[in-house]
């Protein structure tokens, strides 16, 4: 759990996290939740999308922004649970739960860049 | 103890409350005074709001990564299901949900970018750098980055 020890690592990861999320995620859902959707750019054929994804450095890039915001989320979104609704007695499920979605989400990115 | 002593006047003759003695052993462990706050404690001032707005960003966040996950394993599974995750996209429930995703992903980049000059304190000469110098790379790098991936996106198209 969080002590003295092991709060700098889940701060550092919430900073990553938040620094990844800040610069690359706005333009990723841009393209792929309103350009391509709404016609506004020509969508990228199947095909030549999953050549592009399958690249080394795409695989790497978006195991990077998927792991590192979902722990900038686990460390927010708890602080957000414990200051707003103050479940202070929920404090454990809350961590685990948080964390746990990041650690599922970085395994379940983790199998899919190795599987793509 | 002058106060004690008029504490003691006859005047006073019913019986002392048990508090005013001397501390008595009692087996349960005193109480504290803790007010009881609010759940919508925030709600009273527009600061509050923003702070919690911009901590539910991160709502936003994983919603994201999650949406990238699902495009990422439509890619595997192949055509068909990249063209269902294309449609499923494009309806409307899911283009109104992401219009709040992406406001609030903007509002976390630009929180984000702000704080940093606050979180991190730049000496050069002995000088502190000014809160601009410090955020605005951050800006600057945000534009490139967002061109090069649209442009390498879009070089797909």
């Not at chain 1, 889940?10 to 859902?29: E, R």
């Not at chain 2, 019913?14 to 005193?30: K, L, N, Q, R």
């Not at chain 2, 600057?140 to 390498?152: D, E, H, K, Y």
Request: with cysteine; proline share 6%; net charge positive.
């Amino acid at each position: 759990m969080v002590n003295r020890e092991t709060e700098p690592i889940f701060w550092t990861l919430f900073s990553a996290g938040g620094v990844v999320a800040a610069l690359f995620l706005p333009i990723q859902l841009f393209i792929f939740a309103f350009a391509v959707p709404l016609g506004w750019m020509h969508a990228p054929a199947y095909d030549s999308l999953r050549a592009l994804a399958h690249s080394p450095i795409t695989r790497l890039y978006l195991l990077v922004l998927c792991s590192l915001p979902l722990f900038h989320f686990a460390h927010r979104f708890r602080y957000t649970l414990y200051d707003g609704l103050q479940i202070k007695h929920l404090n454990e499920v809350v961590f685990f739960g948080c964390y746990g979605i990041a650690i599922l989400g970085t395994v379940a990115a983790a199998y899919l860049m190795w599987i793509l | 103890m002058s106060s004690h002593g008029q504490a003691a006047t006859p005047a006073q003759a019913s019986p002392a409350p048990s508090h005013s003695a001397s501390p008595a052993y009692t087996e349960f462990h005193p109480r504290w005074y803790r007010p009881k706050i609010s759940t919508y404690w925030w709600l009273g001032k527009w600061a509050y709001v923003k702070f919690i707005l911009r901590e539910l960003s991160s709502v936003a966040v994983a919603w994201t990564v999650a949406l990238i996950l699902a495009q990422v394993w439509s890619l595997i599974r192949g055509p068909e299901a990249y063209s269902r995750f294309v449609r499923v996209m494009s309806s409307r429930w899911m283009i109104a949900l992401n219009v709040i995703a992406f406001a609030f992903l903007l509002l976390h980049s630009i929180t984000w970018f702000n704080l940093a000059p606050k979180a991190m304190v730049v000496r050069v000469g002995g000088k502190r750098l000014p809160a601009a110098l410090i955020s605005g790379p951050q800006y600057l790098a945000w534009i490139v980055i967002s061109a090069i991936v649209l442009a390498i996106v879009i070089s797909r198209g």
